[in-house]
């Protein structure tokens, strides 16, 4: 069956514009992730979708980042007001039980840069 | 902030040779997971090993878990240019893993 997708695979913008990056999770997965990786660096935990229950934001940024998710399906990252910063590698994930401990399943990212 | 450090940072051996892998955390855990990481982009998962395991094997990985050190080890027997990769250690928490920085691992024909 198809992995876990995410568009567009790279992303140039201008700082100061708005960005929206998409995670297609595998069909079944209620529980989905976002992460950034900056350039050399580890995974930073951004938000994390279970089934329709509240999200865990904690781990965003700035009040510039937001995210969605319909029912158990697509994600849209977006970033506000882009600055240099935030260019990084946006991966997702999505796993099929919420327990922290399941394997989780990686897209190829979204590579974003800001000019 | 990282719950994960891995050591070394980098590491560059010869097709053939094995290669151990460090990952230290902080907090008590439920289970350690280790993933690859091919060219900056999506991970793949290796292996999980329980709080309760002390060691795992899978095919030529082999994983040690020692709880009361809170360190864990990654060692791949018999290295293959293929295995180029990062290699990032992931604890389990709540509804979230918390990545390692990662070890950069070359292997050389």
């Known amino acids: 069956g198809a992995g876990v997708s995410q568009s567009p695979s790279n992303k140039v913008t201008e700082k100061g514009k708005d960005v929206e990056l998409r995670c297609d999770p595998i069909s079944g997965h209620t529980a989905l992730y976002w992460y950034r990786q900056r350039l050399g660096q580890g995974l930073e935990f951004l938000i994390y979708f279970q089934g329709n229950s509240a999200p865990d934001k904690s781990g965003l940024p700035s009040d510039r980042f937001s995210a969605e998710r319909t029912g158990e399906s697509v994600s849209t990252l977006t970033i506000q007001r882009t600055q240099q910063e935030d260019s990084a590698v946006y991966l997702c994930?999505?796993?099929?039980?919420?327990?922290?401990?399941?394997?989780?399943?990686f897209g190829p990212g979204t590579r974003l840069t800001v000019l | 902030s990282q719950q994960g450090e891995e050591d070394p940072q980098a590491l560059s051996i010869q097709e053939g040779e094995n290669a151990t892998m460090n990952c230290s955390y902080k907090?008590?855990?439920?289970?350690l997971q280790w993933y690859r990481q091919n060219s900056g982009r999506g991970l793949v998962h290796l292996i999980l090993i329980r709080s309760n395991e002390r060691e795992k094997h899978s095919g030529r990985l082999r994983v040690t878990l020692d709880t009361s050190k809170k360190s864990s080890s990654l060692l791949i027997t018999a290295s293959r240019a293929a295995d180029t990769a990062s290699y990032f250690c992931a604890t389990g928490g709540g509804n979230k893993l918390t990545f390692g920085t990662g070890t950069q691992l070359k292997v050389e024909l």
């Open positions: 907090t008590s855990i439920n289970n």
């Open positions: 994930a999505s796993s099929p039980r919420s327990l922290t401990g399941n394997e989780q399943f």
